[in-house]
Nanobody, 120 residues
Framework: QVQLVESGGGLVQAGGSLGLSCAAS????????MGWYRQAPGKQRELVAT???????YYADSVKGRFTISRDNAKNTVYLQMNSLKPEDTAVYYC??????????????WGQGTQVTVSS
């Protein structure tokens, strides 16, 4: 079984910065892509950014140039640095990882979510 635990988040004023981290633990053989999603009240969950094990990244247009995703493969951890935050970035942020466990089964794991609130 694989667990994803997020940390970071909180309340920040518009224009400020926050950092999120998400550590995967458990029966892990390897991790493929890791990413961050978010869900604002009344809206569907949307992709924010992803990063492959080789470091290739993808960003949603809405966060490009403001957010940076990174990962530490040795620590099975993914990070999201969020700068120039806007009120519309307010959402619950979830991390996601494609994990192959030690029985060689692939699963897509999710964190519990962490609230990010940006005040205007």
């Amino acid at each position: 079984q694989v667990q994803l635990v997020e940390s970071g988040g909180g309340l920040v004023q518009a224009g400020g910065s926050l950092g999120l981290s998400c550590a995967a633990s458990g029966s892990i053989f390897r991790i493929r892509a890791m990413g961050w999603y978010r869900q604002a009240p009344g809206k569907q969950r949307e992709l924010v950014a992803t990063i492959t094990s080789g470091g290739s990244t993808y960003y949603a247009d809405s966060v490009k140039g403001r957010f940076t995703i990174s990962r530490d493969n040795a620590k099975n951890t993914v990070y999201l640095q969020m700068n120039s935050l806007k009120p519309e970035d307010t959402a619950v942020y979830y991390c996601n990882a494609d994990v192959q466990d030690r029985n060689y089964y692939w699963t897509s794991g999710w964190g519990q979510g962490t609230q990010v609130t940006v005040s205007s």
